[in-house]
């Protein structure tokens, strides 16, 4: 029968393990209890880490990525000398990590480009792959609302059908972008998180950047405004500067937003399903 494996690594996740046979940990590093310096600058943002601490932090993070990178090779030397070249292969990544970029460590405090930025690689069976292009890159942003229709689309599946099924499919379909090797329309990139006493949401359209951030304890919202041509990192806000383009896009972002957060009728509104899919991940008891 077909094979499905979903397989969820860890390792690039807090906590950081070490790994003497990487290297192990810095000679100038010095230890720090990670879960209450993240929980205090949240509350005061001068509470940061000593530079021994960070150098601890990022050495054991860099070491985790090169730790998974040879556990994803294990993986897939197994998975190739059992099934060849048949299989489509998929990897990516639920979110980044911050390092003080932006004043925060960890996640679920911003949705700032390192946050968002993440891998996605996919290697197309044989049968289906293009002739002309069997290793190359796309870099027309998406979303990871497109991964479930991409895949179901280059199987063979009516993408028309399941939209308007029992659930539904956000997202888009990338696999026209593979098969014929043709640029992706451009479109808004919505995000949002809602951790820590605050919701935040994100949109991205071509190069420019919105991001609202708005506090539970009656704080002022915050609004900030990048480029990214000229501010990859998104350091510096435009806000201030915003001209009749970036007020178009500040506008659609209510819209974009709202049309991804509001509930779909055909699923009632009973949350049972959420509260399952988050006590089996541990993020309730």
Request: proline share 9%.
């Given at each position: 029968a077909p094979l499905f494996l979903y397989v969820h690594y860890m390792d690039t996740h807090y906590p950081y393990y070490a790994h003497p046979e990487l290297g192990g940990d810095p000679p100038d590093s010095e230890p720090i209890a990670f879960h209450r310096v993240m929980?205090?600058?949240r509350d005061d943002p001068t509470r940061v880490p000593?530079?021994?601490?960070m150098r601890l932090l990022q050495s054991r993070y860099a070491n985790e990525i090169r730790y998974l990178d040879r556990e994803l090779g294990r993986l897939?030397?197994?998975w190739r000398a059992?099934?060849?070249?048949?299989?489509?292969?998929?990897v990516t990544s639920d979110h980044g990590e911050e390092f003080l970029d932006h004043g925060g460590l960890?996640?679920?405090?911003?949705?700032?480009?390192?946050?968002?930025?993440?891998?996605l690689l996919w290697r197309v069976p044989t049968d289906l792959a293009p002739q002309d292009a069997r290793v190359r890159m796309i870099s027309d942003p998406v979303t990871q609302l497109d991964l479930v229709p991409s895949v179901l689309d280059m199987l063979g599946f009516d993408l028309a059908k399941l939209a308007t099924?029992?659930?539904?499919l956000q997202g888009r379909s990338l696999w026209?972008?593979?098969?014929?090797?043709?640029r992706?329309?451009?479109r808004p990139l919505y995000a949002y998180n809602s951790r820590y006493g605050r919701a935040i949401g994100r949109l991205r359209e071509g190069d420019r950047v919105y991001v609202q951030q708005m506090y539970y304890d009656g704080r002022s919202s915050e609004q900030l405004l990048f480029d990214l041509r000229t501010d990859p990192t998104e350091q510096h806000n435009l806000m201030s500067r915003a001209g009749p383009r970036d007020t178009a896009l500040v506008a659609r972002y209510g819209t974009v937003s709202q049309s991804y957060r509001q509930a779909d009728p055909r699923l009632g509104s009973s949350t049972q399903a959420n509260v399952e899919a988050l006590r089996a991940l541990g993020y309730v008891q």
């Open positions: 929980n205090e600058l000593s530079p021994g601490q897939l030397d197994r059992r099934f060849g070249d048949d299989g489509a292969i998929v960890g996640h679920g405090t911003s949705l700032h480009r390192e946050l968002v930025w993440v891998p099924g029992a659930v539904g026209p972008a593979v098969r014929d090797v043709v992706l329309p451009r």
